[in-house]
């Protein structure tokens, strides 16, 4: 099953946002905090192509986007589908 990785920050509205829809879900995902962690940032930037905004969401090596993007999976039916071979589970790591 692909893992659902979260790239956040400390204090981010819209992490705390996307968090939210998933926990709603019941995915579990992987949080990677890139505050005052440059490399961990450029990793997250080369992974987004480029982006550098938080929160950006991965299912495996596919790269969901944003808070907004993944709200718009959600509102167009298509969240559920992508997640649903995703790693289950109660809560976060």
């Known amino acids: 099953m692909p893992t659902v990785t979260i790239y956040t920050r400390m204090l981010c509205g819209y992490c705390h946002q996307a968090k939210r829809l998933l926990r709603k879900k019941g995915i579990d995902f992987e949080e990677i905090d890139v505050s005052f962690?440059?490399?961990?940032?450029?990793?997250?930037?080369?992974?987004?192509?480029?982006?550098?905004?938080?929160?950006?969401?991965?299912?495996?090596?596919?790269?969901?986007?944003?808070?907004?993007?993944?709200?718009?999976?959600e509102a167009r039916g298509e969240l559920d589908s992508i997640l649903s071979g995703a790693n289950p589970s109660g809560g976060a790591t």
Do not use: W
């Open 37 to 73: 962690k440059p490399s961990v940032r450029n990793e997250m930037t080369a992974r987004a192509n480029g982006r550098h905004t938080v929160p950006q969401i991965f299912v495996g090596d596919r790269h969901l986007g944003d808070c907004d993007e993944l709200y718009a999976l």
